[in-house]
């Protein structure tokens, strides 16, 4: 009896002490997660949330006409706080940047956190970028994978080249030989090599981290599916990590058809499509730390 009612107190004590245990565990440098009692609304005004009310959108939108709240469950890195969001696209997706050109070559909405300035605490040393992607449940939200999508990428301060980019489609201007299936996400490397794909999941969430080494310029992939510890998919690779930048996060469809990209090409009319993203985070990874990783 005794026993019983020790054991029914511990149960108790631990059941009303036990906090969940943090998904980060290593040093955050910017927490890109989006809390349950945010509204669509504040994403239209700096401060509010973690990113940039201004940037980067179609120039006739804002940003609380192109996000949604899906019925998602948590992804593997958000708290119970935190809740998924979806990036969308549509006809009117087009950017147009201070002054210049509409670029109509691409539907784009991509989310910058909001102290990531281009040469910041996240461009030094060794860091490791974070998020997970869903599929929207509703088929035509899906992408049109005839099409490139560059949906995350780190992009340097002279916007010349990303450091990485996440990628799913068929990637413009990479021979035949080295293309993977369209139904994969890939990574390329600062010279737009496809270093590593893995087929897109149309169900669960999907988790990828990239580790960037400033100091010994490589580039190291971390992946798992759904809960599952991050696992190393690649080694350290060689990579220019330098030009500073910014973390995009979104979507954003490229033209088929198209000599340069930015300004021609073909895109098909009366699009909506998403994106469902959790768990955005950049950490400190010096040391060797990479949160919900097993090594
Ligand atoms: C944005 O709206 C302005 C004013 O209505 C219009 O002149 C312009 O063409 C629009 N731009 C785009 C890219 O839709
Ligand atoms: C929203 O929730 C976060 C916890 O995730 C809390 O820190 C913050 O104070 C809350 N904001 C408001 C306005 O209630
Ligand atoms: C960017 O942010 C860092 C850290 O907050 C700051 O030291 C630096 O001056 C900023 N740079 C620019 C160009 O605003
Ligand atoms: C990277 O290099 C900088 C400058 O030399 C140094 O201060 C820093 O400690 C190095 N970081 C790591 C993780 O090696
Ligand atoms: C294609 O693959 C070859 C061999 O791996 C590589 O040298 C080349 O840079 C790749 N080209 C592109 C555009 O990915
Ligand atoms: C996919 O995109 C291509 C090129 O824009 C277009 O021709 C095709 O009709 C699209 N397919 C679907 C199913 O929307």
């Given at each position: 009896?005794?026993?019983?009612?020790?054991?029914?107190?511990?149960a108790f004590i631990v059941l009303t002490t036990a906090k969940p245990p943090s998904p980060i565990t290593c040093p955050?440098?910017?927490?890109?997660?989006?809390?349950?009692?945010?509204?669509?609304?504040?994403?239209?005004?700096?401060?509010?949330?973690?990113?940039?009310?201004?940037?980067?959108?179609?120039?006739?939108?804002?940003?609380?006409?192109?996000?949604?709240?899906?019925?998602?469950?948590?992804?593997?890195f958000d708290s119970t706080h935190d809740k998924a969001v979806e990036v969308t696209i549509s006809d009117g997706s087009l950017f147009q940047p201070g002054g210049g050109q509409v670029q109509t070559g691409f539907r784009r909405a991509g989310f910058l956190l909001g102290a990531n300035n281009g040469s910041d605490a996240s461009n030094v040393g060794v860091k490791t970028f974070h998020w997970s992607v869903k599929q929207d449940q509703n088929p035509r939200m899906g992408m049109?994978?005839?099409?490139?999508?560059?949906?995350?990428?780190?992009?340097?301060?002279?916007?010349?080249?990303?450091?990485?980019?996440?990628?799913?489609?068929?990637?413009?201007?990479?021979?035949?030989s080295n293309q993977t299936n369209k139904r994969t996400w890939k990574i390329t490397n600062y010279k737009d090599e496809?270093?590593?794909?893995?087929?897109?999941?149309?169900?669960?969430?999907?988790?990828?981290a990239v580790t960037l080494d400033?100091?010994?310029?490589?580039?190291?992939?971390?992946?798992?599916?759904?809960?599952?510890?991050?696992?190393?998919a690649t080694h350290p690779l060689p990579n220019d990590n330098s030009?500073?930048?910014?973390?995009?996060?979104?979507v954003a469809k490229k033209p088929t058809e198209t000599q340069g990209v930015v300004y021609d090409g073909y895109q098909e009319t009366?699009?909506?499509?998403?994106q469902i993203y959790g768990g955005i985070f950049v950490e400190d990874s010096s040391g060797g730390c990479v949160s919900g990783s097993k090594n």
């Open positions: 009896m005794a026993v019983q009612v020790a054991i029914t107190l511990f955050i440098v910017f927490d890109g997660r989006v809390a349950k009692n945010l509204t669509l609304q504040d994403f239209d005004t700096d401060g509010l949330t973690p990113y940039q009310a201004g940037y980067v959108h179609g120039v006739n939108l804002t940003w609380s006409k192109i996000v949604q709240f899906p019925k998602a469950p948590p992804s593997k049109n994978l005839t099409h490139e999508y560059m949906n995350v990428w780190h992009e340097t301060n002279d916007y010349s080249h990303n450091q990485f980019s996440f990628k799913a489609g068929v990637v413009l201007f990479v021979p035949k496809i270093v590593w794909s893995t087929p897109i999941d149309f169900e669960d969430w999907q988790n990828f400033y100091n010994k310029s490589t580039l190291q992939i971390y992946y798992s599916q759904g809960n599952d510890p991050l696992r190393v030009g500073g930048g910014q973390f995009q996060i979104g009366h699009i909506h499509e998403g």
